[in-house]
Protein backbone atom coordinates (compact mmCIF):
# COMPACT_ATOMS: atom_id res chain seq x y z
CA UNK A 1 0.00 0.00 0.00
CA UNK A 2 1.12 3.55 -1.00
CA UNK A 3 1.79 6.01 1.88
CA UNK A 4 -0.33 9.29 1.34
CA UNK A 5 -0.60 12.67 3.16
CA UNK A 6 -2.36 15.87 1.96
CA UNK A 7 0.33 19.09 2.82
CA UNK A 8 -2.66 21.76 3.78
CA UNK A 9 -0.90 25.18 4.08
CA UNK A 10 -3.49 28.35 3.21
CA UNK A 11 -0.75 31.13 3.63
CA UNK A 12 0.37 33.86 1.48
CA UNK A 13 3.56 34.63 3.42
CA UNK A 14 7.16 33.86 1.90
CA UNK A 15 8.57 33.17 5.16
CA UNK A 16 10.02 29.92 7.00
CA UNK A 17 6.91 28.13 7.34
CA UNK A 18 6.12 27.98 3.69
CA UNK A 19 9.82 26.84 2.93
CA UNK A 20 8.98 23.84 5.48
CA UNK A 21 5.85 22.88 3.57
CA UNK A 22 8.40 22.60 0.28
CA UNK A 23 11.22 20.85 2.52
CA UNK A 24 8.61 18.57 3.97
CA UNK A 25 7.18 17.54 0.41
CA UNK A 26 10.76 17.31 -1.01
CA UNK A 27 11.45 15.01 1.61
CA UNK A 28 8.55 12.72 2.11
CA UNK A 29 8.53 11.59 -1.43
CA UNK A 30 12.49 10.52 -1.14
CA UNK A 31 11.24 8.42 1.08
CA UNK A 32 8.44 6.57 -0.54
CA UNK A 33 5.20 8.83 0.54
CA UNK A 34 2.46 9.87 -1.94
CA UNK A 35 1.88 14.10 -0.92
CA UNK A 36 -0.68 15.96 -2.79
CA UNK A 37 -1.65 19.15 -1.68
CA UNK A 38 -3.71 22.61 -0.54
CA UNK A 39 -2.72 26.00 -1.06
CA UNK A 40 -3.74 29.40 -1.87
CA UNK A 41 -3.81 31.03 -5.55
CA UNK A 42 -0.90 32.43 -6.50
CA UNK A 43 1.17 31.69 -3.40
CA UNK A 44 4.79 30.93 -2.45
CA UNK A 45 3.46 27.05 -0.82
CA UNK A 46 1.99 27.01 -4.81
CA UNK A 47 4.97 27.02 -6.40
CA UNK A 48 6.61 25.06 -3.83
CA UNK A 49 4.11 22.22 -4.89
CA UNK A 50 4.80 22.85 -8.58
CA UNK A 51 8.06 22.76 -8.16
CA UNK A 52 7.43 19.60 -6.38
CA UNK A 53 5.64 18.02 -9.14
CA UNK A 54 2.34 16.84 -6.86
CA UNK A 55 -1.20 16.77 -7.68
CA UNK A 56 -2.68 20.09 -5.48
CA UNK A 57 -5.51 22.18 -5.44
CA UNK A 58 -5.52 26.01 -4.69
CA UNK A 59 -8.10 28.17 -4.14
CA UNK A 60 -8.60 32.14 -3.77
CA UNK A 61 -8.90 32.22 0.08
CA UNK A 62 -9.87 30.44 2.99
CA UNK A 63 -13.39 31.44 2.79
CA UNK A 64 -13.44 29.85 -0.55
CA UNK A 65 -11.42 26.41 0.62
CA UNK A 66 -14.58 26.03 3.34
CA UNK A 67 -17.34 26.70 1.14
CA UNK A 68 -15.67 23.97 -1.37
CA UNK A 69 -15.48 20.96 1.54
CA UNK A 70 -17.92 18.65 0.01
CA UNK A 71 -15.57 18.75 -3.13
CA UNK A 72 -12.50 18.52 -0.84
CA UNK A 73 -13.78 15.79 0.56
CA UNK A 74 -14.47 13.70 -2.56
CA UNK A 75 -11.17 14.41 -3.71
CA UNK A 76 -9.70 12.75 -0.75
CA UNK A 77 -11.64 9.95 -0.85
CA UNK A 78 -10.84 9.19 -4.53
CA UNK A 79 -7.21 9.55 -3.69
CA UNK A 80 -7.19 7.76 -0.57
CA UNK A 81 -6.04 9.77 2.16
CA UNK A 82 -6.88 9.99 5.23
CA UNK A 83 -3.83 11.51 6.63
CA UNK A 84 -3.72 15.77 6.76
CA UNK A 85 -0.82 17.53 7.90
CA UNK A 86 -1.25 21.11 8.22
CA UNK A 87 1.06 24.52 9.07
CA UNK A 88 -1.55 27.80 10.18
CA UNK A 89 -3.76 27.52 12.83
CA UNK A 90 -6.47 28.85 10.59
CA UNK A 91 -6.02 25.76 8.61
CA UNK A 92 -7.94 23.95 11.37
CA UNK A 93 -10.66 25.39 10.35
CA UNK A 94 -11.04 23.27 7.29
CA UNK A 95 -9.47 20.47 8.69
CA UNK A 96 -12.42 20.35 12.04
CA UNK A 97 -15.18 20.35 9.06
CA UNK A 98 -13.38 17.29 7.46
CA UNK A 99 -13.01 15.51 10.44
CA UNK A 100 -16.71 15.87 11.10
CA UNK A 101 -17.40 14.86 7.38
CA UNK A 102 -14.97 11.62 7.61
CA UNK A 103 -14.28 9.60 10.29
CA UNK A 104 -11.34 8.39 11.36
CA UNK A 105 -9.36 11.03 9.20
CA UNK A 106 -5.94 12.00 10.99
CA UNK A 107 -4.88 15.17 11.39
CA UNK A 108 -1.46 16.07 12.32
CA UNK A 109 -0.85 20.10 13.22
CA UNK A 110 2.58 21.35 13.22
CA UNK A 111 2.54 25.22 15.25
CA UNK A 112 5.59 27.17 13.10
CA UNK A 113 4.58 30.24 15.71
CA UNK A 114 3.91 29.13 19.57
CA UNK A 115 2.16 31.75 20.42
CA UNK A 116 2.02 32.85 24.26
CA UNK A 117 -2.04 33.09 23.97
CA UNK A 118 -4.32 30.47 25.66
CA UNK A 119 -6.72 29.28 22.87
CA UNK A 120 -9.48 27.19 24.83
CA UNK A 121 -12.32 28.42 23.61
CA UNK A 122 -15.17 26.11 22.44
CA UNK A 123 -14.16 26.51 18.85
CA UNK A 124 -10.73 25.64 19.72
CA UNK A 125 -11.70 22.80 21.92
CA UNK A 126 -13.67 21.73 18.83
CA UNK A 127 -10.88 22.59 16.35
CA UNK A 128 -8.03 20.79 18.30
CA UNK A 129 -10.11 17.96 19.82
CA UNK A 130 -9.87 16.76 15.61
CA UNK A 131 -6.11 16.88 16.14
CA UNK A 132 -4.18 13.74 16.33
CA UNK A 133 -1.28 15.52 17.54
CA UNK A 134 0.01 18.94 17.51
CA UNK A 135 3.64 19.23 16.47
CA UNK A 136 5.88 21.68 18.39
CA UNK A 137 9.18 22.75 16.46
CA UNK A 138 11.30 23.59 19.63
CA UNK A 139 11.28 23.06 23.41
CA UNK A 140 10.39 26.47 24.05
CA UNK A 141 7.73 25.89 21.62
CA UNK A 142 6.36 23.13 22.68
CA UNK A 143 6.19 24.50 26.54
CA UNK A 144 4.14 27.04 25.94
CA UNK A 145 1.68 24.58 23.29
CA UNK A 146 1.23 22.38 26.62
CA UNK A 147 -0.50 25.32 28.95
CA UNK A 148 -1.84 26.77 25.58
CA UNK A 149 -3.67 24.27 23.45
CA UNK A 150 -6.89 22.63 24.78
CA UNK A 151 -5.29 18.84 23.79
CA UNK A 152 -3.77 16.50 26.57
CA UNK A 153 -0.18 16.04 27.17
CA UNK A 154 0.73 13.28 25.47
CA UNK A 155 -0.48 14.38 22.25
CA UNK A 156 1.90 17.21 21.91
CA UNK A 157 4.93 16.15 20.71
CA UNK A 158 8.52 18.53 19.79
CA UNK A 159 10.19 17.73 16.57
CA UNK A 160 12.29 20.34 15.51
CA UNK A 161 13.28 21.12 11.76
CA UNK A 162 16.17 19.99 10.22
CA UNK A 163 18.23 20.89 7.43
CA UNK A 164 19.86 19.44 4.51
CA UNK A 165 23.30 18.42 5.46
CA UNK A 166 24.36 17.87 1.84
CA UNK A 167 22.99 21.10 0.56
CA UNK A 168 24.38 23.53 3.53
CA UNK A 169 27.79 22.52 4.14
CA UNK A 170 31.20 23.89 4.59
CA UNK A 171 33.30 25.20 1.44
CA UNK A 172 36.87 24.45 1.85
CA UNK A 173 37.62 25.61 -1.72
CA UNK A 174 39.63 29.05 -1.13
CA UNK A 175 39.65 29.45 -4.92
CA UNK A 176 35.38 29.57 -4.88
CA UNK A 177 35.05 31.82 -1.13
CA UNK A 178 37.21 34.02 -2.72
CA UNK A 179 35.89 34.39 -6.28
CA UNK A 180 32.41 34.76 -5.01
CA UNK A 181 33.27 37.37 -2.13
CA UNK A 182 35.15 39.21 -5.12
CA UNK A 183 31.68 38.96 -6.76
CA UNK A 184 29.76 40.53 -3.94
CA UNK A 185 32.36 43.52 -3.19
CA UNK A 186 33.99 41.92 -0.39
CA UNK A 187 36.80 43.51 0.37
CA UNK A 188 40.11 40.83 0.44
CA UNK A 189 41.31 40.00 3.77
CA UNK A 190 38.16 41.46 5.68
CA UNK A 191 36.59 38.77 8.35
CA UNK A 192 33.02 38.37 6.79
CA UNK A 193 29.96 38.83 9.10
CA UNK A 194 26.68 38.04 8.03
CA UNK A 195 23.07 37.72 8.64
CA UNK A 196 20.33 35.46 7.23
CA UNK A 197 16.88 36.61 7.54
CA UNK A 198 14.20 39.29 6.06
CA UNK A 199 14.78 42.72 7.43
CA UNK A 200 11.98 42.96 10.18
CA UNK A 201 11.76 44.63 12.94
CA UNK A 202 11.91 40.99 14.80
CA UNK A 203 14.91 39.79 13.14
CA UNK A 204 17.04 42.43 15.38
CA UNK A 205 18.78 44.11 12.26
CA UNK A 206 19.04 47.56 14.20
CA UNK A 207 21.04 45.85 17.28
CA UNK A 208 22.81 44.33 15.15
CA UNK A 209 23.94 47.70 13.42
CA UNK A 210 24.44 49.53 16.50
CA UNK A 211 27.02 47.11 17.68
CA UNK A 212 28.64 47.05 14.69
CA UNK A 213 28.89 50.54 14.36
CA UNK A 214 30.31 50.70 18.36
CA UNK A 215 33.32 48.32 16.38
CA UNK A 216 36.69 49.31 16.29
CA UNK A 217 36.51 50.96 12.96
CA UNK A 218 40.52 49.79 12.45
CA UNK A 219 38.99 46.56 12.77
CA UNK A 220 39.01 44.75 8.64
CA UNK A 221 35.42 43.59 8.68
CA UNK A 222 32.36 43.62 6.21
CA UNK A 223 28.83 42.89 7.17
CA UNK A 224 26.45 41.60 4.92
CA UNK A 225 22.16 41.85 5.51
CA UNK A 226 20.75 38.99 3.24
CA UNK A 227 17.29 38.81 3.06
CA UNK A 228 14.31 40.45 1.96
CA UNK A 229 14.05 44.35 2.15
CA UNK A 230 10.76 44.96 1.03
CA UNK A 231 7.11 43.48 1.01
CA UNK A 232 7.77 41.80 -2.15
CA UNK A 233 10.59 40.05 -0.59
CA UNK A 234 9.08 39.68 2.56
CA UNK A 235 11.00 42.76 4.45
CA UNK A 236 9.27 45.88 6.10
CA UNK A 237 10.32 48.79 3.73
CA UNK A 238 9.97 51.44 6.62
CA UNK A 239 12.24 49.25 8.94
CA UNK A 240 14.76 48.96 5.73
CA UNK A 241 15.09 52.64 5.75
CA UNK A 242 15.22 53.60 9.21
CA UNK A 243 18.78 51.39 9.15
CA UNK A 244 20.23 52.81 6.65
CA UNK A 245 19.35 56.37 8.00
CA UNK A 246 21.18 55.05 11.39
CA UNK A 247 24.37 53.42 8.87
CA UNK A 248 24.81 56.83 7.17
CA UNK A 249 27.50 59.27 8.26
CA UNK A 250 29.11 56.47 10.21
CA UNK A 251 32.36 54.01 9.53
CA UNK A 252 29.87 51.27 8.93
CA UNK A 253 28.87 53.01 5.78
CA UNK A 254 31.40 51.43 3.71
CA UNK A 255 31.72 48.51 5.73
CA UNK A 256 28.36 46.91 5.63
CA UNK A 257 25.61 45.69 2.13
CA UNK A 258 22.18 44.76 2.04
CA UNK A 259 21.87 42.33 -0.43
CA UNK A 260 17.87 41.80 -0.09
CA UNK A 261 16.61 38.39 -0.70
CA UNK A 262 18.68 35.30 -2.16
CA UNK A 263 17.59 32.03 -3.23
CA UNK A 264 21.09 30.79 -3.14
CA UNK A 265 21.52 31.30 0.13
CA UNK A 266 23.52 27.81 0.54
CA UNK A 267 26.51 29.16 -1.58
CA UNK A 268 26.67 32.33 0.07
CA UNK A 269 26.66 31.06 3.88
CA UNK A 270 29.59 29.18 3.43
CA UNK A 271 31.96 32.50 2.54
CA UNK A 272 31.11 33.83 5.69
CA UNK A 273 33.20 33.79 9.13
CA UNK A 274 30.44 34.77 11.85
CA UNK A 275 26.52 34.70 11.59
CA UNK A 276 24.77 36.87 13.75
CA UNK A 277 20.89 36.15 14.56
CA UNK A 278 19.32 39.03 17.15
CA UNK A 279 16.12 37.49 16.63
CA UNK A 280 14.04 38.90 19.78
CA UNK A 281 12.02 35.46 19.79
CA UNK A 282 12.26 32.75 17.19
CA UNK A 283 9.99 29.97 17.65
CA UNK A 284 13.35 27.85 15.63
CA UNK A 285 15.55 29.53 13.52
CA UNK A 286 15.89 27.31 10.06
CA UNK A 287 18.95 30.27 9.28
CA UNK A 288 20.91 29.12 12.26
CA UNK A 289 20.68 25.74 11.50
CA UNK A 290 21.74 25.80 8.36
CA UNK A 291 24.88 28.60 8.95
CA UNK A 292 25.96 25.90 11.39
CA UNK A 293 25.79 23.19 8.98
CA UNK A 294 28.28 25.10 7.21
CA UNK A 295 30.48 25.73 9.66
CA UNK A 296 30.31 29.19 10.98
CA UNK A 297 30.05 29.97 14.67
CA UNK A 298 27.16 31.88 15.58
CA UNK A 299 26.33 35.12 18.04
CA UNK A 300 23.19 34.94 19.10
CA UNK A 301 20.25 35.99 21.39
CA UNK A 302 19.62 33.88 24.50
CA UNK A 303 15.62 33.83 23.95
CA UNK A 304 13.49 32.20 22.26
CA UNK A 305 14.51 28.62 20.87
CA UNK A 306 18.19 29.75 19.97
CA UNK A 307 19.47 28.43 24.14
CA UNK A 308 18.38 24.47 22.11
CA UNK A 309 20.69 25.19 18.55
CA UNK A 310 23.51 27.10 19.87
CA UNK A 311 26.04 25.38 22.69
CA UNK A 312 28.96 27.45 24.31
CA UNK A 313 31.12 25.20 22.14
CA UNK A 314 29.26 26.33 18.97
CA UNK A 315 29.04 29.89 19.87
CA UNK A 316 27.85 32.75 21.87
CA UNK A 317 24.72 33.92 23.45
CA UNK A 318 23.92 37.61 23.93
CA UNK A 319 20.84 39.46 25.72
CA UNK A 320 18.68 40.52 22.29
CA UNK A 321 18.72 44.21 23.38
CA UNK A 322 22.31 44.32 24.53
CA UNK A 323 23.89 46.46 22.27
CA UNK A 324 27.50 46.61 24.21
CA UNK A 325 27.32 42.97 24.66
CA UNK A 326 26.98 42.01 20.88
CA UNK A 327 29.60 44.72 19.85
CA UNK A 328 31.82 42.48 22.53
CA UNK A 329 30.91 39.24 21.28
CA UNK A 330 31.47 39.97 17.59
CA UNK A 331 34.89 41.78 18.70
CA UNK A 332 36.02 38.77 19.95
CA UNK A 333 35.81 36.54 16.86
CA UNK A 334 36.97 38.76 15.21
CA UNK A 335 40.26 38.97 16.43
CA UNK A 336 40.41 35.48 17.07
CA UNK A 337 39.87 33.34 13.90
CA UNK A 338 41.18 30.00 15.64
CA UNK A 339 38.35 30.24 17.78
CA UNK A 340 35.60 30.77 14.86
CA UNK A 341 37.75 27.11 13.12
CA UNK A 342 36.56 25.26 16.04
CA UNK A 343 33.00 26.87 16.99
CA UNK A 344 32.35 26.55 12.90
CA UNK A 345 33.10 22.54 13.10
CA UNK A 346 31.92 22.32 16.44
CA UNK A 347 28.53 23.90 15.17
CA UNK A 348 28.56 21.33 12.02
CA UNK A 349 28.82 18.45 14.07
CA UNK A 350 26.20 19.23 15.81
CA UNK A 351 23.53 20.15 13.10
CA UNK A 352 25.07 15.95 12.10
CA UNK A 353 23.69 14.87 15.05
CA UNK A 354 20.81 16.72 16.35
CA UNK A 355 19.33 18.70 13.32
CA UNK A 356 19.69 16.97 9.94
CA UNK A 357 16.33 17.05 7.76
CA UNK A 358 16.93 13.40 7.11
CA UNK A 359 16.49 12.42 10.49
CA UNK A 360 13.79 15.09 10.70
CA UNK A 361 11.58 13.46 8.09
CA UNK A 362 12.28 9.84 9.43
CA UNK A 363 11.00 10.82 12.78
CA UNK A 364 8.04 12.76 11.33
CA UNK A 365 7.18 9.75 9.28
CA UNK A 366 7.20 7.50 12.67
CA UNK A 367 4.72 10.04 14.15
CA UNK A 368 2.17 9.85 11.52
CA UNK A 369 2.58 5.80 11.53
CA UNK A 370 2.09 5.58 15.16
CA UNK A 371 -1.31 7.74 15.66
CA UNK A 372 -3.41 5.00 14.90
CA UNK A 373 -1.94 3.27 17.54
CA UNK A 374 -2.54 5.69 20.07
CA UNK A 375 -6.42 5.62 20.11
Known sequence: MVNKVL?????????????????????????GWEVIGI???????????????IAYTAFKSNIFALF???????????????????????????????????????????????????????????????????????QATYQRNVINFPVPRQQVICL?????????QPCNNENIIRA???????????????????????KGHDIWVKALIELDPKLNFYALSIGGTDYSSGGVESFYKSLQALI?????????????????????????????????????GLTIIESMACGL??????????????????GVLVGPLDVSGWRDAIDALIRNKAQRHTMGNAARQRVEQQFSHQQHVKRLIDI???SASFY
Not at 39 to 49: H, R, T
Not at 297 to 314: A, K, M, Q, R, Y
Request: hydrophobic share 35%.
Open 7 to 31: QLCLSDGKGGMELYVDRTIEGLKEN
Open 39 to 53: CLNKSKVEGYMQRNN
Open 68 to 138: NVLSIRRWLIKENVNIIHCHKSSDLRLTTLLALLMPGLEIFYTDHVGGKRPKKSLYHRLAYGKVSRVISIS
Open 160 to 168: PHGVDINKY
Open 180 to 202: KREALGIPEGATLIGLPGRVTPG
Open 248 to 284: ADTPLANKIAFLGHHSDLADILPILDIVCIPSKNEAF
Open 297 to 314: PIVGSNTGSLPELVDPDS
Open 368 to 370: YSA
